[in-house]
């Protein structure tokens, strides 16, 4: 159970520790087609966050492989 408040930030918050740029892509994609203007800005942010973790992620890979 969620109130309205935090059901704003429940479903986007499932894919907070994401770091797959396809789980960034699959939340963008889902928010546009199911939910509400209001509810898209909390699943934009996390999806920033995703990209951002896949990001880093990939260059912090790099950088070990090179050591």
Known sequence: K???AGA??????LFTFFSD???ADELH??????L???WQKP??????E???RA????RLMAEFSER
């Open 2 to 4: 969620v109130d309205s």
């Open 8 to 13: 704003v930030t429940y479903f986007p918050g």
């Open 21 to 23: 740029p396809a789980r």
């Open 29 to 34: 994609q889902f928010a546009s087609q199911n």
């Open 36 to 38: 509400a203007d209001g």
């Open 43 to 48: 699943a934009a942010i996390v999806s920033d």
């Open 50 to 52: 995703i990209a951002f």
């Open 55 to 58: 990001d880093f992620r990939r």
